[in-house]
């Protein structure tokens, strides 16, 4: 049953490798027992969608995608995302049979801490996980993102971009509600070299679909202007191969619904609830293997299977290497293109970004929203990678930067329109990240960061450098009320792990926290802008650094200071005022803007600040508990009315603000006296 491959590749194709059923049926077991081994070892996983899902997996990894395991980052191999994470025992599977970096003791492992196969698939963690799913409908939505960025990039350099991304999405995937974003968008744009693999097994934690939905989403995917195909029996390789290859033909989104059996083969629990979520127990994993006469021992790559996927990989490899030959000409006969695309896959840092973002200050009052427009749009001049744009609020988000838009038709553009899409443009950025060449951006209201939240958690636990500019920051929003206007959203985006969020004051500091957002490239950015216009501040004691040295930059100094005044955004302006004020009644008021209040709190002292340090920021004040001995916010919701009446009646104003400190000095001197 030895295989045999052909020699002459063509670019663009894996490659032929014969095959026989009798290994095909093997390789298919071989990845139902892995699976099963795995979650029985750890006696924690889900042993049903590996089991159901073992054909489809088979028939595409090989028979259609591109892939070259020793090189899990080649650029133009086939992307493939298991949306439906919980099944990661199939992929770890599949990545160990073809040979990427995972051993057999790694599957013996599965679920242990230190090992490299967690519960759900981690980007970064793993060899050949193409991003971290587990939060059902992500992935999918990260495949539109990684499908879109193929588009673009053949758009900008077709000598050397030639692949497709593939997606296996579950029920729950398809249930969420991010599902219909994603394949709206990707039905609206035509993203026709992308392909998702819908196990059908109508199965959930809690039992049958049917019981919480009857959605025909078939009908739902060709409403959407997708390419819809269905495979009945989904044990059917040679079905579920012709229904890839029609995939492959037709130039609109593919959705390949494949009826399968959660738990296939599990005796007593196939096709029920009972299979998702736990270990098989070790007499119906003993029947099921009986069943199809497997007598190899647990964790076993049968010869015949294992000499298929080298066969296989050899193929990727060779198609690899044609790719490489392809870049080595492009590079030849266009060498400036080919350094711009070199830079750009590297994420390497423009080498002139201070020039590029330079003169954007110009010293009047004007909202935050405006000059990050200005830095906008002259860094995406001179910056090919730095794609984006807004879910359907470019003008009011400041994303209009007079740049081509992406179409159906032509996708060399730099804009992108995701219409009122927040969760689901925010998970195409990741995948545009994840794909790699681009740096994308995207913005919104900030209030409106609770709908895209979940995948600007995933941007960061993936450490990808997404931008996102988020604007009418406060209050101030005035008359749309309550409903839109932020109060708990800073301090709640500053409570995720490797996420900087930063809420500059003023031109200086909107141009310093996008070159900031700019030169990082190990994780994502909030720039968090002001509606209302903001004056130009003093420069202060401020070193050109500031920003990267402490987070903050005195704009009011004095000598001995009785009090600081710490505040972002906006609200530093009404700070300084509130100096003003107490300087009148002989308080010395020294005002710190802190644009970047975790950098300044991690490299200053309480030696460094005054008897009485007061916070001002309008937002909820429970993080400032470590710096401020006075926090001045606004810890209730909003009110509808004018900016100005809202502010008043929330105390913040100058006058409101100066109140609050001096009664503050006033009780540090009694306690003060008083122990003495």
């Not at 400041?398 to 689901?424: K, M, P, Y």
């Not at 960061?460 to 997404?466: F, L, N, R």
Request: glycine share 10%; aromatic share 6%.
């Amino acid at each position: 049953m030895t295989a045999e491959i052909t020699t002459d590749i063509e670019p663009g194709t894996v490659g032929t490798v014969s095959a026989t059923p009798e290994t095909d049926a093997l390789a298919v077991s071989t990845l139902r027992f892995l699976a099963a081994d795995m979650v029985e070892e750890a006696q924690s996983g889900h042993p049903g969608l590996p089991m159901g899902a073992a054909p489809m997996a088979w028939v595409l990894f090989s028979r259609h995608l591109r892939h070259d395991p020793t090189d899990s980052h080649w650029p133009d191999r086939d992307r493939f995302v298991l949306s439906a994470g919980h099944g990661s025992p199939l992929l770890y599977g599949l990545l160990h049979m073809f040979g990427y970096d995972l051993p057999v003791d790694e599957l013996r492992r599965f679920r242990q801490i230190g090992s490299r196969t967690p519960g759900h698939p981690e980007f970064g963690h793993t060899d050949g996980v193409e991003t971290t799913t587990g939060p059902l409908g992500q992935g999918l939505a990260m495949a539109v993102g990684m499908a879109l960025a193929e588009r673009m990039q053949a758009a900008r350099f077709p000598e050397i971009t030639d692949h497709r991304t593939y997606a296996l999405a579950g029920d729950g995937c398809l249930m969420e509600g991010i599902s219909q974003e994603a394949i709206s968008l990707a039905g609206h744009l035509g993203l026709g070299r992308l392909t998702v693999l819908w196990d059908d097994n109508r199965i959930t934690i809690d039992g049958p679909t049917a019981q919480s939905t009857s959605d025909d989403n078939q009908a739902r995917f060709a409403a959407s202007g997708w390419h819809v195909q269905s495979v009945a029996d989904g044990t059917d390789l040679d079905a579920i191969d012709a229904a890839l290859t029609a995939a492959k033909a037709d130039p609109r989104p593919s959705l390949i619904a494949v009826r399968t059996v959660i738990g296939q083969g599990a005796p007593g629990i196939e096709g029920t609830s009972a299979a998702h979520g736990a270990p098989l127990g070790a007499t119906v994993l003993a029947a099921a293997k009986s069943a199809v006469d497997w007598t190899y021992p647990p964790f076993t790559v049968p010869t015949a299977v294992a000499d298929r996927c080298a066969q296989l990989a050899d193929a990727g490899r060779a198609a690899h290497q044609a790719w490489s030959e392809r870049l080595a000409g492009f590079t030849q006969d266009d060498p400036a293109r080919a350094g711009v695309w070199r830079r750009t896959w590297a994420r390497e840092v423009h080498p002139d970004l201070d020039a590029v973002i330079s003169g954007v200050a110009t010293g009047k009052a004007r909202a935050t929203r405006q000059t990050s427009q200005s830095v906008l749009s002259a860094a995406a001049a001179a910056l090919p990678e730095l794609v984006g744009g807004s879910a359907d609020l470019a003008t009011s988000t400041g994303t209009v930067t007079g740049q081509q838009a992406v179409t159906r038709d032509d996708f060399s553009g730099a804009v992108l329109n995701f219409g009122i899409r927040e969760f689901g443009m925010a998970a195409v950025l990741n995948g545009l990240s994840l794909h790699g060449g681009f740096r994308p951006y995207g913005s919104t209201f900030l209030v409106f960061s609770d709908y895209l939240r979940p995948a600007l958690r995933l941007s960061a636990m993936m450490g990808q450098p997404v931008i996102y500019l988020l604007t009418h920051d406060s209050v101030a929003v005035g008359e749309d009320g309550p409903t839109h206007q932020p109060v708990e959203h800073i301090e709640s985006l500053r409570l995720i792990p490797g996420l900087t969020v930063l809420r500059p004051a003023d031109d200086v500091e909107t141009a310093a926290a996008w070159r900031q957002a700019l030169a990082t490239t190990d994780g994502p950015t909030v720039l968090v802008l002001s509606r209302q216009s903001v004056p130009s501040l003093p420069a202060g004691t401020a070193r050109p650094d500031f920003l990267t040295v402490d987070g903050g930059r005195v704009v009011r100094d004095v000598a001995d200071p009785d009090v600081d005044l710490l505040a972002t955004g906006s609200e530093v302006g009404l700070a300084l005022g509130a100096a003003e004020l107490l300087e009148a009644d002989g308080v010395r008021a020294r005002v710190v803007s802190v644009p970047w209040r975790e950098r300044h709190a991690a490299t200053t002292s309480a030696a460094d600040r005054a008897p009485v340090t007061v916070s001002v920021e309008a937002g909820v004040t429970s993080g400032w508990a470590g710096l401020a001995t006075v926090r001045i916010g606004v810890d209730r919701f909003g009110a509808s009315g004018k900016a100005s009446d809202v502010l008043a009646q929330l105390g913040l104003t100058p006058a409101a603000v100066a109140a609050r400190v001096a009664a503050a000095i006033h009780a540090e001197t009694t306690t003060d006296q008083t122990r003495r």
